[in-house]
């Protein structure tokens, strides 16, 4: 599928998650995505942004626009080289969290989006890339 | 090889200081650097001057390599500067001019000087490129580095002051939102509107979120942390202004909070004149708006 825009932020601390809000939003205006997806796709990016920063160690997410068919839409890929986790299903569920949160981002993260998956091993990292599309 | 290269633009410079100042400081004045109004012309002498000296210094001691212990006070002077002007609002490339417009009249003087080789030429025009470069770059580098520091000290002072407890009436508090509530802010929201609970002896607190981009699952954390502190103190908290596509991103979420909530900061204080017992009613004194005498009910103006 064509990548129209490529941009990169690297996650290392809190102000970082603000910054990956506001390009976050910023591709999705670009992309044409309503007021509501906006805010979806936003908050999606603000959970997995933190997450990366705060389970992951830190890393970066790569920001894209895309089309498929016509499509245009937000893809974010959040990548760390963090532990990683062992238990992919579990962290999904809603409530379980193994730090001091609520549990929801990593689900909410996947019911915001159109697209959700999540690739990670115990001590290789985690890689999660959602898309948003019109 | 460098040694000599270093010294060759080191005696440029000491031979031609008398023509190489002014001409400097011509261009930089050319460029606009006075217009901005935040420096003056003795200052921006004084600064040309004392670079050119610092430079001198640097290459006659210790060749090119502008990282060397030689460059030390030349950095020196140029972290300063560049500093400075980063808090004084100097562009980026107004603080940047102050290196590369040297290179002009280093290359003027160079082609007055007609004792030179074509070969001494080319390597010091060569060496002293490469060096104005390097320091132009570590120019901007400081540069960035201070600007960075005076967005981190505004946020600071943004965090202490950008969140004023309102009274609306008595026993009734809001607290518009603003902004982003994750990092130091919100330590500093919650205190703040507990400690004015206990002062003013609120009976509810409205949140209000008008003003909040994302409620992620961080925010809502906070604002529940708040409401439950709030209800320990003996207030009750109502949330207003969650504008409609924030609340069905919660929804998507899983967040649920749970209070009491209304669009607007104006319906959410009309619940809390109710819950503590009063009502506002319209009086017939506006002309021309007089309402019928029997629906003015209510407890009288
Ligand atoms: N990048 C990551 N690296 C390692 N572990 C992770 C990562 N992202 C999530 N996890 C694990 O998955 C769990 C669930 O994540 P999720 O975002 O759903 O909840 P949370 O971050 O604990 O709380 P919340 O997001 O609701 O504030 C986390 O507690 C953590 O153990
Ligand atoms: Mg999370």
Not at chain 1, 18 to 24: G, I, M, S, W
Request: proline share 3%; hydrophobic share 40%.
């Amino acid at each position: 599928m064509p990548t129209t825009k490529t941009e990169r932020l690297g996650i290392k601390i809190s102000d970082d998650v603000v910054r990956v809000r506001q390009l976050t939003r910023m591709l999705s205006v670009e992309v044409g995505l309503g007021l509501v997806d906006q805010t979806k796709v936003v908050t999606a990016a603000s959970e997995l942004a933190r997450n990366t920063l705060d389970y992951g160690g830190g890393g970066e997410v790569i920001a894209e626009i895309v089309e498929q068919g016509g499509r245009r839409g937000v893809r974010l890929t959040f990548e760390d080289k963090g532990p990683g986790i062992a238990d992919i299903e579990q962290a999904l569920k809603d409530g379980f969290t193994s730090g001091r949160g609520m549990g929801l981002g990593l689900g909410g993260a996947k019911r915001l989006c159109n697209e959700f998956s999540i690739v990670s091993a115990p001590g290789t990292g985690t890689k999660v890339t959602i898309a948003r599309w019109k | 090889m460098a040694a000599q290269a270093g010294s060759d633009v080191a005696s440029l410079v000491s031979n031609n200081e008398k023509t190489i100042l002014p001409e400097w400081v011509e261009l930089q004045k050319k460029a606009g650097i006075l217009h901005t109004g935040r420096i003056s012309e003795g200052e921006l002498q004084a600064q040309s001057k004392n670079f050119l000296h610092l430079l001198h210094e640097a290459l006659t001691q210790g060749g090119t390599d502008t990282t060397g212990a030689a460059f030390e006070p030349a950095r020196g002077m140029l972290a300063d500067l560049s500093r400075s002007r980063a808090q004084q609002g100097f562009s980026p490339s107004e603080t940047a001019t102050f290196i590369f417009s040297l290179k002009r009249p280093l290359f003027n003087a160079l082609n007055r000087d007609n004792t030179l080789s074509a070969e001494q030429i080319a390597s010091t025009v060569w060496t002293s490129t490469a060096l104005l470069d390097e320091l132009g770059l570590f120019t901007l580098e400081i540069f960035q580095k201070s600007r960075e520091e005076v967005i981190v000290r505004q946020q600071r002072e943004i965090a202490e002051l950008s969140t004023p407890v309102v009274k609306l009436w008595e026993g009734i508090l809001a607290l518009p939102l603003i902004g982003t509530l994750d990092s130091q802010r919100t330590q500093v929201v919650m205190e703040n509107l507990l400690q004015t609970i206990v002062d003013s002896e609120a009976e509810i607190a409205i949140i209000d979120i008008t003003g909040v981009p994302t409620v992620d699952t961080l925010t809502a954390q906070h604002l529940l942390k708040t409401v439950a502190a709030a209800r320990l103190m003996g207030a009750d908290c109502l949330i207003s202004g969650i504008r409609p596509q924030i609340a069905q991103t919660m929804v998507h979420l899983g967040v649920e909070l749970n209070v009491i909530s209304k669009a607007s900061l104006a319906d959410a204080f009309a619940v809390a004149l109710r819950q503590t017992g009063r009502a506002v009613v319209k009086t017939k004194r506006i002309e021309g708006f007089a309402l019928p005498e029997k629906k003015s009910g209510g407890q009288g103006a």
